[in-house]
């Protein structure tokens, strides 16, 4: 069993070949950022390096140990890139869409996303995140406001709508750490009320999009420290999905990877040899002929924020697309990221030892590494 596991998650490693070709073709010495995707660079007109792709681009290096290698005008350069996104008055991270700015997801993933990348550095944003501001939701100006905030939120689609709930997160911790305790009672008390408790995910959808929420309160429960409640019927519902379910999308190959991950269950040698061959059978339909991996079937989405609404369902606070490239089929760095991180967290889950990726080290250097002012 032992030996089965270590060959098909060696035979995944040949997936990652022209990968980091990929990846350094993404990146723009001009501005220290990355690109989405190879049609958003050669549309550079169009579409300029975005948070997102710069601060996954710097999750994969470091993933892959190569950051601590990066030239020091390379780290001056990325830290250059975030500061100048920040907004003076709200704190909040900002690229050029202004439609970005009325997704509260997109905003709260923005601002994680440069705060970790600044800090990977060593840096600071150049102004402070006020207690409130412009961008603060009306719903954080009371606990009673936040729990009916909370129940108005559809959870139709369940991964959008667990994103969402997910991200208030991000105005919570601007709060003073003393005036948590009431907002969170509210949450978690919500959040156990409407958990399903025979499959232990929540709101509704297809059976990945019940996953692919609950992964993303997942990530709220252990923000504050929270255990994740009905641990062993939800580590079963994973189980089921993987081997029921088509996976048409990279976040529904990374999802249950990350979740069985948090959960820390122990894993049987059957069932992980299992989880093992389904996730690298589903990633290799994923990967392009340009070194990439797409984060769609058929496709790499041109806009992220809206992919994730699946099956003709919408919402009536939806905001307008934010597009990073033209949704050709290619690879992108949203799958490009959570390609690598399935790599490491499988290895991680089947109790194998660290071992990284290999990377042509050269090649990279040209472009990343190099002396270049």
Known sequence: MSSRLTRILTDGEELFRGFFEWLEGQ???????????????????????????????????????????????????????????????????????????????????????????????????????????????????????????????SLVNSWRGCDKLSHCAAHLARLPASSWEPYLVEVFQYLEEIQDPDTGFWGEGSPYVRLSGSFKLHIFYN????????????????????????????????????????LKLPIAPEEMLEIAEITVRNMAKLKRADGGFSREIDRSPPAPNVAQVKEGEWYPDMPQAVPLGLGLVEGDMNAGTQAVLIRYTLRELAGLPREHLPVPKPLLKEVLYRNDK
């Not at 890139?81 to 920040?86: D, V």
């Not at 705060?115 to 939701?137: D, I, M, N, V």
């Not at 993987?242 to 999308?249: S, V």
């Open 223 to 262: 923000r504050f420290g929270v255990p994740i409640p009905r641990k062993e019927r939800m580590y079963r519902s994973i189980l089921n999905v993987l081997r029921t379910e088509a996976a048409t999308d990279m976040c529904y190959i990374r999802n249950p990877i990350s979740l069985l991950s948090a």
């Open 27 to 153: 990146y723009d010495p001009a501005t220290g950022g990355f690109y989405y995707a190879q049609s958003s660079k050669a549309s550079s007109n169009r579409f300029t390096p975005d948070i997102e792709s710069t601060a996954q681009a710097l999750n994969i290096l470091e993933r892959c140990g190569i950051l601590p290698q990066l030239h020091v005008q390379v780290r001056e350069k990325a830290v250059r890139f975030f500061q100048s996104k920040q907004d003076p008055v709200t704190g909040f991270f900002y690229d050029e869409n202004p439609n970005m700015r009325f997704d509260d997801v997109m905003v709260g993933r923005a601002l994680g996303y440069s705060l970790g990348a600044l800090r990977k550095f060593g840096a600071a944003p150049l102004y402070p995140q006020p207690e409130q501001s412009a961008a603060t939701p009306e719903y954080m100006a009371s606990p009673a406001l936040f729990a009916a905030w909370l129940r108005s939120v």
